[in-house]
């Protein structure tokens, strides 16, 4: 029987009366057709890893936003707090309440930009830092201090390159003075975020950290420096000088790379896998077609399995005819057009296969693995697409 300690990531959607999520046996619970596992022995690996980059004066942000890239907020900054982090970044007001709802009482940075009052109000009520980024969302978020009578730490966005969020890098001292004047907010840190730190030519990201220099230079001359970062995952793993104060890692954390030529800087291990189970087996005859359209058309007698995920879930539609599964630690191929709650697999190569069984479809079995990667290569996507897709409705089980 697998660990369940952190069954309670997700609620039960089942009406098994007598089964709560704190009981779930996971073996043979009618509830488990399909699961996310969260190994969180390899999310503590992956801490240390990029920890043993750093500096002790830089510290390590965990951005879990998006629920912690589907690998559930709750658990993950749990745990990688108790590995060495010391920040939380999120995107959303929401996502930052939901940790302090938690119990979490770290700093908590919202990267995503927020204008209106009653977000305001509610970032200093639960005492989230926001990232400032327009002299006019300064403006509104000092008045809408001014009337709570309440000072915020905020963080200051430069645009270097990215062409997202930010003042632009030349007016980093007028905006930055702007801000300090302003009396409700104190300024906490300035930061920029790299466009291209994942290419092998890192002609652009030495641009731009030459800009962000440039306007962190600027600034000396006033006496306002606080901290400082631009790092991201790809930014930390390959160029030290970009560290600063503080990185901010996302997909490292979870144990993928950026970009293949960082593989080798540290070793990284994947902290999600995704399983289903077999649902029924049946045999089809030559000239059979499988699934909605017809896009699969047995050309010999073939053993199938249905299994319990489909699209809903967050295995992509376009991946039909295109995956490949494990089962039994063997590969098996996909077959047919995904649909919403299923998808079938050619199991002809498996002897005997019984309902109930486990099907991996991202994780490892033996020395056989597939990866988010795998997937994204294959629709000509990111992993982190892949990893955010998983919905709410697959429960998270913490294993290790």
Sequence with gaps: MLDTSASSMTESNCSYPHITSMQWEFDGDPCQRAWVEIDL?????????????????????????????????????????????????????????????????????????????????AIAHWKLQPTICSPQQAKTFSETLG???????????????????????????????????????????????????DDVDPTFMKQQHERFQSAIASLKATGIIPRLHLANSAGTLSDQTLHYDMVRVGLALYGLYPAD???????????????????????????????????????????????GIGYADGVPRSLSNKMKVLIRGKIVSQIGTITMDQLMLDVSSIPDLQVGEIVTLLGKEG??????????????????????????????????
């Design 147 to 197: 009337n709570l009578d309440q000072k915020l730490p905020v963080h200051v966005k430069l645009d270097t390159g990215m062409s997202r969020l930010g003042t632009f890098w030349q007016d980093a001292t007028e905006f930055i003075e702007l801000v300090q004047k302003l009396s409700n907010l104190e300024i906490a840190s300035i930061y920029s975020h790299l466009a291209t730190a």
């Design 261 to 307: 030529h960082l593989q080798q800087v540290i070793n990284l291990k994947p902290v999600l896998s995704v399983k289903a189970r077999v649902t029924q087996v049946k045999t089809i005859s030559p000239g059979t077609g499988v699934s909605y359209g017809y896009k699969f058309v047995a050309s010999k007698e073939t053993q199938i399995a249905v299994v």
């Design 41 to 121: 022995k390899a999310l503590v690996h992956n801490v240390e890893q990029i920890k043993s980059l750093l500096s002790p004066q830089t510290a390590l942000m965990a951005v879990v936003k998006a629920d912690a890239y589907g690998h559930g907020a709750r658990i993950v900054s749990e745990k990688v707090l108790e590995a060495g982090a010391s920040w939380l970044g999120v995107a959303t007001v929401p996502e930052g309440i939901e940790l302090r709802q938690a119990g979490i009482d770290v700093p908590i940075l919202v990267l995503g930009a927020v204008n209106s009052p009653e977000e305001i109000q």
């Design 367 to 400: 020395n056989i693995k597939i990866q988010a990667d795998d997937w994204a290569s294959a629709l000509g996507t990111i992993s982190w697409e892949i990893l955010c897709g998983f919905k709410h409705r697959l429960p998270r089980v913490a294993v290790g």
